[in-house]
């Protein structure tokens, strides 16, 4: 079962929405909301981790009758099962895409099975003191080196989720920037420290420079045998993590069906399994997994990930609009953008379509944001009152981790005042000062989640992934590689040698 291969501009919905989009143009949602009492009750949607309200849109119901037009008249219901099912979707790659495989605690792959296995056994040790350093000593520290998915998706989860957090201290080196590894040495004892190589090809320069920069700072103080208590790689090159000298019961395997941006469920995610423990590491895949069902079972109208799918590309093509904003309201998720930027702009940042054709539409996006109410203070203006039409995601969660309740009901206040004043701005006020005049009719989703959790978080992640897998099926792209990262490694290389 391969993906469908349909143009969508050459469907009826996509002329239809043309059509349809002319009249909506001028159509605002305050007009909407007065027209529509219960237009809230009816564009939401809940599962029982996330809940979306997606009523401050430019949309009518008739818009999302012909948005589902257009996802059924692209097969997206085909290319749903083609990925579940495990059909080498990603064509361009040879793969099969099979994140959600990751998950599935009632149809687990064995070998994914023996790998949580071996991360569950692991990271106890390591939390536990028993997996000790060369000097005896238990570990404090723990450093990612990675970079890409083998360095954003562990990094945000583990900072999302650092009120779950043990005593280890986790750091990430990411960057080749030799000044920044240095910083992090720094501070670390190397009798007490474990470094997880990751790095799903292990032939990604940065990776395999920053590595090899630790093992020698390393060995300066301690000696080679020691290099076995202390590194650990998590790859699909087997052979090439052997050659750095990581002994094979230190090695932790995925596989080429994970791709890297989507592979912090796999043992990518150690580095956060030991910070969190693998209980709550459990939570976060069995979250994800809610999430699944949800997308896999669910009618397209009262589907999370698919709406926004749809939404996206009503903006972005219908209305060109060039960037969609995310602001989550909670500092936790401060590494959360980043994250996203990858996994949504490396999946659909494509301008062949999946015959092989030049694309004359509009495909992914420019993701970008910050967290609320620091994005408030920084670049929220531009939202109100520039020329650009920005449709937002806020993310909220109903109560903090902490109590705090005079600070979380500012912060719930401060989230739902912007979603308003971008819905209705001074629409309705007298106001004789242009400049302090806001139009409104500015779009945007909340995304509701009750409490920060590794299963809510999870459910979250979860739909933001599927939600980009929608885009990429109906704009017929194909959305699980990344050509377009490799013209700059190979320059970088021939200007290394000149
Ligand atoms: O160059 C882009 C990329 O391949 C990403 O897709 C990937 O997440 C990152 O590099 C890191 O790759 P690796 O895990 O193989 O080191």
């Known amino acids: 079962m391969a993906l469908p291969k349909i143009n969508p501009t050459t469907t009826q919905s996509w002329s239809k929405l043309q059509d349809h989009f002319t009249a909506m143009e001028t159509v605002t949602m305050q007009t909407l909301f007065a027209t529509q009492t219960d237009r809230k009750e009816c564009m939401s949607?809940?599962?029982?981790?996330?809940?979306?309200?997606?009523?401050?849109?430019?949309?009518?119901?008739?818009?999302?009758?012909?948005?589902?037009?257009?996802?059924?008249?692209?097969k997206l219901d085909t290319a749903i099962a083609a990925q579940f099912n495990g059909a080498v979707i990603n064509e361009t790659e040879n793969r099969q895409v099979l994140h959600t495989a990751l998950r599935d605690f009632d149809a687990m792959k064995p070998e994914v099975v023996n790998t949580l296995?071996?991360?569950?056994?692991?990271?106890?040790?390591?939390?536990?003191?028993?997996?000790?350093?060369?000097?005896?000593?238990?570990?404090?520290?723990i450093v990612n080196i990675g970079i890409g998915g083998s360095d954003l998706g562990p990094a945000m989860v583990t900072e999302a989720l650092s009120f779950y957090k043990n005593h280890l201290n986790v750091h990430y080196i990411s960057n080749v920037d030799g000044d920044h590894v240095c910083e992090i040495l720094q501070k670390l004892d190397t009798q007490t420290t474990l470094f997880i190589v990751v790095s799903k090809t292990f032939t990604t320069q940065e990776t395999l420079t920053n590595a090899t920069t630790v093992r020698e700072w390393f060995l300066q103080q301690a000696g080679e045998k020691a290099i076995a208590q202390h590194f650990v790689a998590v790859s699909t090159n087997l052979s090439a993590v052997a050659s750095f000298g990581i002994l094979p019961q230190y090695t932790f395997t995925m596989w080429d069906w994970v791709g890297g941006r989507f592979s912090l469920w796999s043992a990518v995610g150690l580095s956060t399994c030991c910070a969190i423990g693998y209980s709550n590491f459990e939570l976060l895949l069995k979250g994800a997994h809610k999430?699944?069902?949800?997308?896999?079972?669910?009618?397209?109208?009262?589907?999370?990930?698919?709406?926004?799918?749809?939404?996206?590309?009503?903006?972005?093509n219908f209305f060109k609009?060039?960037?969609?904003?995310?602001?989550?309201?909670?500092?936790?998720?401060?590494?959360?953008?980043?994250?996203?930027?990858?996994?949504?702009?490396?999946?659909?940042?494509k301008s062949v379509d999946r015959n092989g054709s030049k694309i004359t539409y509009q495909t992914g996006p420019v993701v970008w944001g910050n967290t609320g109410t620091n994005a408030q203070h920084a670049f929220i203006q531009l939202l109100?009152?520039?020329?650009?039409?920005?449709?937002?995601?806020f993310i909220l969660c109903k109560a903090s981790l902490h109590g705090k309740k005079n600070h979380q009901d500012i912060l719930v206040a401060n989230c739902l005042a912007q979603t308003q004043a971008l819905l209705m701005g001074t629409h309705g006020e007298d106001i004789a000062n242009p400049y302090k005049v806001f139009q409104g009719?500015?779009?945007?989703?909340?995304?509701?989640?009750?409490?920060?959790?590794?299963?809510?978080?999870?459910?979250?992640?979860?739909m933001y992934e599927h939600k980009i897998f929608v885009e990429g099926a109906i704009l017929n792209i194909y959305s699980f590689d990344q050509f377009g990262v490799e013209l700059g490694k190979k320059l970088a290389n021939k200007q290394l040698r000149s």
């Open 117 to 141: 296995d071996q991360m569950k056994r692991f990271s106890q040790a390591v939390i536990d003191g028993s997996h000790k350093g060369y000097t005896g000593k238990a570990i404090t520290d």
């Open 321 to 349: 609009a060039e960037t969609q904003a995310v602001l989550p309201y909670t500092q936790y998720l401060s590494k959360f953008v980043d994250y996203l930027q990858q996994a949504s702009m490396e999946s659909n940042g």
């Open 45 to 74: 949607l809940a599962t029982d981790l996330v809940s979306l309200d997606f009523s401050k849109n430019r949309i009518t119901s008739h818009t999302l009758d012909l948005l589902i037009q257009l996802a059924k008249e692209t």
């Open 441 to 462: 009719n500015k779009p945007s989703n909340l995304i509701l989640i009750d409490q920060l959790s590794p299963e809510s978080l999870g459910s979250l992640l979860a």
């Open 384 to 393: 109100h009152q520039g020329t650009l039409l920005i449709p937002t995601d």
């Open 291 to 316: 999430m699944d069902c949800h997308f896999k079972s669910s009618e397209f109208s009262q589907n999370i990930p698919v709406i926004l799918g749809l939404l996206s590309i009503w903006y972005t």
